[in-house]
């Protein structure tokens, strides 16, 4: 569904239903590049299971027009937002890297809104390699193929993929090369400079989980350490064989670990 | 900038889409021979056939063997996904029946697998598909003959008989202009020869039969699908990019991204029409894309030998392969496949069909049979068998001649082809009356 949001369209999928005011909803936040379809599964599962499903294509991403927005917190801003203009009280957030990231802050500064978090190829602060920044603000292909190869455990380099006829690498690196011009620059920036995600944590007062790859190498389990000391009480699951990519290299096992806290 | 490199073509024709075993540790990729498969619980059920997990039902959708060769294909094409299915023949209906319905329109090219041109010019008008078959060598033909209606345009990478390299970066412009995808078939080249998408194709059919397998032991066609053509943006392809009855409602563009056609592919042609593959042919078709590179490499090179020795016969009257002087599409062939042209060719005989006909029954070590892409010689006499329906002036317009043979060189030892060629010729020459 379409809906505006700050005089531009906010794209949302909804597993092609209306928005029901006596259902929980739980709302999905695509990572950096990314757009609303790396999380089909999970949002037609959570949809059968008696929830509104919000999955949401950020500014400048996939169907939603606008300017890719420049910070964590105004992503935050825009996420709630949305809320309101589905009229929706609250949400358990679920956000894969940047939109991990956007959730934290969300769950911080908005706890009304927040039942719960899940936090998915997670860490902070989240820092991104200066190769990565210039090659992404030049808009040089060279960024989409580091974050696609390091997006992957070194196992699933060469596919194996469970859900069937899918090259999760090709399917991944189309998605980076669909973003427009800049969009990808802005995302990592926000990741980068995204220093109070830890101090963030803190405030987390609703059930939060973190869903990690153990084969991460852009977020890598040993990172997370201050995140998981910050927030209160968080359950962390720790996938076996995933990277960072964990909702394409890990669907089934990241569903099981969601219905922890969702 | 340089990024990362990705693993290189025969990395991937090793181990792509595969992983040891995780139930045994078997290092080569088992067949799964199970038309079915267990679900955990009635949950874990209903979400397998919802699309939520991942994971496999029964083997005429998904097969955990298929899905190795699938993303192993998908792989080698740099593209997002594929389906195996039960012969090329099959991949092209897939394809065909995944973008269009009746009232639809293709622009093909006219040198076409006999197979394709009979799917297209005389079963497919049947069910309200039309084609048009122009020139593959001019790209303004094909722009001159899309219509309103037009949903695909197809062409092979090598066409048949006469080799017309087909110019995929024009021709994807023009498909990409009127806001159509340009699908070629790459059987006769593989990802060894040639990469279609990155010159501009976004459908990709192979009959895997032929050199991706090189045994000649199973029949069976793979769909790639590149993920590059924006199916939304061109508005012509509702079964995409509008909800489908058939799957409650389902938008394929807006739940599967670039995965779109491939999915559709799967969730309602590989469900409805059924020509799936069989687990063991996937496994037979695995085995051979192993040692693609160094089969191709040795195909090309054993069929430079063998033009080489034609073009010295005084019977032969043309030998057509791009990479020989007078061959109409040699620079764009030396552009576009630096590696070679691949291992299947026609010549010209003198003395027509009965020295067509000598010719092939002649040779012992050449097998006399309709198939390409085998690790053994192959040859045919056309205008005596693929093409016989068709008179002399079909027959011309195709660029068959009465004394036209096909050769599809093998890995043998290329002396010994010679020696048999020899034999052949000598046949030939006393069928149509000569000393030699």
């Known amino acids: 569904m379409r809906i505006e949001v700050n005089g531009e369209t906010a794209y949302c999928y909804t597993n092609c239903r209306d928005i029901e005011a006596d259902k929980p909803t739980v709302m999905f936040i695509h990572g950096s590049g990314m757009d609303h379809t790396v999380w089909t599964l999970a949002s037609r599962h959570f949809a059968r299971h008696g929830n509104n499903v919000v999955s949401l294509d950020l500014p400048g991403h996939g169907r939603s027009t606008g300017s890719p927005l420049a910070t964590v917190e105004e992503m935050a801003g825009w996420v709630i937002a949305v809320l309101d203009a589905l009229n929706i009280t609250d949400a358990a957030l679920v956000g894969h890297s940047l939109g991990s990231l956007i959730a934290l802050e969300c769950a911080a500064s908005h706890s009304d809104r927040v039942r719960a978090i899940a936090l998915v190829g997670t860490t902070s602060p989240m820092p991104v390699s200066d190769a990565i920044l210039k090659a992404a603000e030049a808009n040089d292909h060279a960024a989409f193929d580091m974050l696609t190869q390091w997006g992957f455990s070194k196992r699933h380099q060469f596919g194996g993929n469970r859900n069937s006829g899918i090259w999760m690498i090709g399917n991944t690196l189309r998605l980076y090369e669909r973003s427009a011009p800049g969009v990808l620059f802005h995302d990592m920036r926000a990741c980068n400079e995204y220093i109070s995600g830890t101090e963030q944590a803190a405030k987390v007062s609703c059930p939060a989980l973190l869903i990690l790859g153990a084969e991460d190498r852009l977020t890598p389990v040993r990172s997370t350490r201050a995140l998981q000391e910050a927030i209160p009480s968080p359950v962390v699951e720790v996938l076996p064989g995933a990277g960072h990519t964990i909702m394409v290299e890990a669907p089934n096992a990241m569903l099981d670990a969601l219905h922890k806290v969702l | 900038m340089a990024g990362p490199d990705y693993p290189g073509l025969d990395t991937l024709a090793l181990h792509a889409g595969a992983q040891p075993d995780p139930a045994t540790g078997a290092r080569a990729t088992p067949i799964y021979q199970s038309a079915s498969f267990c679900f955990p619980d009635s949950d874990y059920a209903a979400s397998l056939f919802n699309i939520e997990r991942a994971g496999h039902v029964y083997s005429r959708l998904s097969n955990p063997t298929n899905a190795v060769l699938e993303e192993r294909i998908a792989a080698l094409e740099g593209g997002v996904g594929a389906i195996a299915t039960a012969s090329g023949q099959a991949a092209l209906h897939l394809a065909i029946i995944t973008l269009m319905g009746a009232g639809s329109h293709i622009v093909a090219s006219a040198a076409l697998y006999g197979g394709s041109h009979n799917l297209l010019a005389y079963t497919l008008p049947r069910f309200g598909i039309e084609t048009t078959f122009v020139d593959p060598r001019d790209p303004q033909a094909f722009a001159n003959a899309i219509q309103d209606t037009t949903r695909l345009v197809f062409g092979e990478t090598l066409g048949n008989p006469s080799l017309d390299v087909l110019n995929i970066p024009a021709i994807a412009e023009v498909a990409h202009a009127a806001g159509l995808p340009l699908m070629v078939d790459s059987t006769t080249t593989t990802p060894y020869l040639i990469k279609p998408f990155e010159l501009g194709a976004d459908i990709i059919q192979h009959s895997a039969t032929k050199f991706l397998s090189g045994h000649g032991i199973v029949i069976g066609g793979l769909l790639v699908d590149s993920g590059q053509f924006d199916w939304e943006y061109?508005?012509?392809?509702?079964?995409?990019?509008?909800?489908?009855?058939?799957?409650?409602?389902?938008?394929?563009?807006?739940?599967?991204?670039?995965?779109?056609?491939?999915?559709?592919?799967?969730?309602?042609?590989?469900?409805?029409?059924?020509?799936?593959?069989?687990?063991?042919?996937?496994?037979?078709?695995?085995?051979?894309?192993?040692?693609?590179?160094?089969?191709?490499?040795?195909?090309?090179?054993?069929?430079?030998?063998?033009?080489?020795?034609?073009?010295?016969?005084?019977?032969?009257?043309?030998?057509?392969?791009?990479?020989?002087?007078?061959?109409?599409?040699?620079?764009?062939?030396?552009?576009?496949?630096?590696?070679?042209?691949?291992?299947?060719?026609?010549?010209?005989?003198?003395?027509?069909?009965?020295?067509?006909?000598?010719?092939?029954?002649?040779?012992?070590?050449?097998?006399?049979?309709?198939?390409?892409?085998?690790?053994?010689?192959?040859?045919?006499?056309?205008?005596?068998?693929?093409?016989?329906?068709?008179?002399?002036?079909?027959?011309?317009?195709?660029?068959?001649?009465?004394?036209?043979?096909?050769?599809?060189?093998?890995?043998?030892?290329?002396?010994?082809l010679i020696a048999d060629l020899k034999q052949g010729l000598r046949a030939a020459g006393k069928a149509a009356g000569g000393s030699r």
């Open chain 2, 234 to 416: 061109s508005g012509k392809f509702p079964t995409l990019s509008e909800p489908y009855e058939g799957f409650h409602n389902l938008i394929f563009t807006e739940e599967f991204g670039p995965a779109a056609m491939i999915q559709r592919a799967r969730k309602e042609g590989l469900r409805d029409f059924g020509a799936c593959m069989a687990p063991t042919s996937a496994f037979h078709i695995l085995q051979g894309i192993e040692t693609l590179s160094v089969r191709m490499s040795r195909h090309v090179e054993n069929t430079r030998t063998i033009t080489s020795f034609l073009l010295e016969q005084e019977q032969v009257t043309r030998v057509g392969y791009p990479e020989l002087d007078g061959h109409p599409d040699q620079a764009l062939a030396k552009a576009l496949m630096p590696n070679g042209c691949g291992a299947v060719f026609s010549f010209d005989l003198a003395g027509g069909r009965e020295a067509g006909i000598a010719f092939a029954d002649a040779l012992s070590v050449f097998s006399h049979l309709a198939n390409i892409g085998d690790a053994k010689s192959l040859v045919i006499h056309p205008a005596s068998t693929t093409h016989h329906r068709m008179d002399a002036e079909a027959l011309a317009a195709g660029g068959i001649g009465e004394g036209t043979i096909r050769l599809s060189i093998g890995l043998e030892d290329p002396k010994d």
